[in-house]
T-cell receptor, first 112, second 111 residues
Framework: SQQGEEDPQALSIQEGENATMNCSYKTSINNLQWYRQNSGRGLVHLILIRSNEREKHSGRLRVTLDTSKKSSSLLITASRAADTASYFCATEPTGGGNKLTFGTGTQLKVEL | DTGVSQDPRHKITKRGQNVTFRCDPI?????LYWYRQTLGQGPEFLTY????????KSRLLSDRFSAERPKGSFSTLEIQRTEQGDSAMYLC?????????FGSGTRLTVV
């Protein structure tokens, strides 16, 4: 079963704009991770934020985590056509043995 | 290639046949995971190995599914008596501490 949900399910923006995706989850976690998946391919790990962290940056990516609301957001700044993909959040629950539970994903389309 | 390799990339099989998929993880990674992903959904956990020990299995993993990781290296996932509902992308991932490295997956189509 899916742990959480991403919002929106689909997002279409112009190149150069920022893209924001949100993730909600249900249980207490050790960390939350974001992955990207290009059509028909495997997932690529983007960034991990631990439960005691509130914000993290990596290049054009900014992730926030609010454990009181059980939610996270992923911001991609200055988007490029190559950012077109599906983005998934995944949570490692406390006591979860390193197993990840994925959300339902946001399909991002960046148009030229 | 130092990533996670999965073979085959695609498999079409008739209902009732058995299929086996292989995953070669990153050699330094002691944890190996199998996930299943259907169209429009996120990956769903199937099973997880630490070295050669299978530590957890999902309820999704029915009696027709079996996974092995002999010697703690590569892993195989076998589905016996395939059903149309088994059609999905089967993803393998490995990890050392945090963050997974995924393979490109095996897309199974049961006809």
């Amino acid at each position: 079963s899916q742990q959480g949900e991403e919002d929106p399910q689909a997002l279409s923006i112009q190149e150069g704009e920022n893209a924001t995706m949100n993730c909600s989850y249900k249980t207490s976690i050790n960390n939350l991770q974001w992955y990207r998946q290009n059509s028909g391919r495997g997932l690529v790990h983007l960034i991990l934020i631990r439960s005691n962290e509130r914000e993290k940056h990596s290049g054009r990516l900014r992730v926030t985590l609010d454990t009181s609301k059980k939610s996270s957001s992923l911001l991609i700044t200055a988007s490029r056509a190559a950012d077109t993909a599906s983005y998934f959040c995944a949570t490692e629950p406390t006591g979860g043995g390193n197993k990840l539970t994925f959300g339902t994903g946001t399909q991002l389309k960046v148009e030229l | 290639d130092t990533g996670v390799s999965q073979d085959p990339r695609h498999k079409i099989t008739k209902r009732g046949q058995n299929v086996t998929f292989r995953c070669d993880p990153i050699s330094e990674h002691n944890r190996l995971y199998w996930y299943r992903q259907t169209l429009g959904q996120g990956p769903e956990f199937l099973t997880y190995f630490q070295n050669e020990a299978q530590l957890e299995k999902s309820r999704l993993l029915s009696d027709r599914f079996s996974a092995e990781r002999p010697k703690g290296s590569f892993s195989t996932l076998e589905i016996q008596r395939t059903e149309q509902g088994d059609s999905a992308m089967y993803l393998c991932a490995s990890s050392w501490t945090e963050g997974y490295t995924f393979g490109s997956g095996t897309r199974l189509t049961v006809v």
